[in-house]
């Protein structure tokens, strides 16, 4: 085996530009290194060691226990229907915002709706349970928003009256926002967060579309929603495959407002995967599984699955960046079942089929993503990529983001055939040259904070055209 010896003298050979190609040769070791340790923020740690089991569980149990929230089911029986399921979790919101200083506070967000011919047929109080934990810098107007769906369904979804459990359509996403908002009162973030417990989803999305459309004209700032629904079971009816450590996040990688000339810009530069919902999916897998042990989060490129719909579609086709969390299997028995034992199999959402310790791994990965947005600076201005000449190189220049403090920035880069960022290289300056082809790779911008809480990415638009 050939042995390298180095002395001084063999140093003194080297040319200076030898000595150069060793010192780039050692940063970009360095640099790889540092992108494979995992950095966690203490604050954010704390917070997902807080989430419980034993939570998720009372919610869970409590929503079931109300025997159905039926969009069309009663609003005045205290002890069942969704007007009871509405006020509980009102008053579940209330409870946290009495630990919060004041930042946080709840209502129910409600509209009439008249008989649509579809599934409306009586003129309708919808209501939307919404906590918002306002944000400390009055600079900062972003909103990221958790969201589950409270209603739910027998067979059939025109049923108002029989028992519907809906432990984990949408019990689990529920209890996911509830748990969030318990742990998250209790900080403050730069930026507002918004827990919301939906109506109307199996009736047609409808208190999703009614915040979404109220979010649009009233100009909200969201940039980015993350939608829970049936997310706490582990298996498949059909291929009796059992996994709690994978969970799907259905992203759109085109955005609805990519039309005219934002489409031929998208083409041109072969950006049909770095859509706005795209970004927030890939930055979600890297920040849930940086904070989640034994999670794998797996990205699905398309925006929901066949056959069904979610509340992060109104947002979506207004032109929010939203993603959709779902459980890896599903199992078919349990959703959208009246409960019933028919051939030995068991139908119905009953609560003996949520694994809460999935469950809890799910919530957390909700958690430590809401609060590095809403920790984070708002995401670097202006950012270019000069494109004005044939070079190897890649130039790439910012400014500085609207709100927040930063440390510096990451430049990430990733393969065009890679899924997700490979490199990520940390600067101070708001300018980096890269010895890589701009030709070959992808390329975005993130403001980082002294606690090293990442904005969304922003990808550079070329500069001189
Ligand atoms: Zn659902």
């Known amino acids: 085996m050939p042995v390298v010896s180095f002395n001084f003298s063999t140093l003194k050979k ?9 010192a780039v040769a050692i940063f970009f070791c360095f640099s790889v290194i540092a992108q494979t340790t995992i950095n966690r923020d203490p604050e954010i740690e704390k917070m997902v060691s807080e989430v419980s089991k034993d939570s998720l569980q ?22 069942r229907g969704i007007g009871a399921a509405r006020n509980w979790v009102l008053n579940r919101f209330n409870e946290f915002a009495r630990q919060s200083n004041g930042r946080l506070s709840a209502f129910i967000d ?20 919404v906590a918002t934990l306002k944000g400390t810098d009055p600079n900062d107007n972003r909103i990221f928003i958790i969201s589950g769906h409270l209603d739910n369904m027998r067979t059939n979804v025109m049923d108002r009256m029989g028992d519907a459990p809906g432990a984990d359509d949408d019990g689990s996403g529920t209890a996911a926002v509830l748990e969030c908002a ?19 989803e199996e009736q047609g999305l409808l208190g999703a579309n009614y915040m979404a459309e109220k979010a649009k004209k009233e100009n909200w700032n969201i940039e980015g929603l993350l939608n829970n629904d049936i997310m706490g079971s582990n298996n498949s009816n059909e ?16 955005s609805v407002l990519d039309t005219g000339r934002n489409a031929q810009n998208v083409r041109n530069l072969g950006l049909e995967n770095d859509g706005k919902a795209r970004q927030l999916a890939r930055y979600v897998k890297e920040t849930g599984e940086r904070y989640v042990d034994n999670l794998e989060v797996v990205m699905v490129y398309r925006n929901d699955r066949f056959l069904r719909g979610g509340d992060h579609t109104p947002y979506v086709l207004r032109g929010f960046a939203a993603v959709r969390f779902t459980e890896m299997n599903e199992n078919y028995y349990h959703q959208h079942q009246d409960v019933r034992l ?4 068991q139908y119905g959402d009953l609560p003996g089929f949520i694994d809460f310790e ?23 201005q202006e950012v270019k990529i000069d494109t004005k000449k044939l070079t190897n190189f890649t130039n790439l220049s910012w400014k ?30 708001t300018k980096m040259d890269l010895p890589y082809s701009k030709d070959n790779y992808f390329f975005a911008v993130q403001s980082v904070s002294e606690e090293g809480n990442e904005s969304l990415p922003v990808v550079p638009t070329p500069a001189g055209r």
């Open 14 to 22: 080297l040319t200076m530009k030898k000595l150069l190609v060793i």
């Open 182 to 200: 318990r742990i998250m009162s209790t900080h403050s973030f730069p930026a507002t967060v918004i827990f919301v417990a939906v109506s109307g």
């Open 358 to 380: 999935y469950l809890r791994k799910n919530t957390c990965m909700n958690l430590c993503n809401l609060a590095n947005l809403a920790k984070s600076p708002s995401m670097p």
């Open 110 to 129: 409600t509209t009439t709706l008249q008989p649509d011919g579809r599934r409306v047929d009586v003129p309708l109080l919808l209501g939307n349970v």
């Open 400 to 429: 500085a983001p609207k709100s927040g403090k930063v440390k510096g920035y990451y430049v990430l880069l990733r393969e065009t055939t890679s899924a997700v960022w490979q490199k990520k290289f940390f600067i101070a300056d």
């Open 342 to 345: 028919e051939d030995g199999i």
């Open 58 to 79: 009372s919610y869970i149990k409590k929503l079931v226990s109300l025997g159905t929230r039926n969009t069309l089911s009663t609003q005045t029986d205290p002890a």
């Open 239 to 254: 291929t009796n495959i059992i996994n709690n450590t994978k969970i799907r996040v259905f992203s759109e990688g085109l």
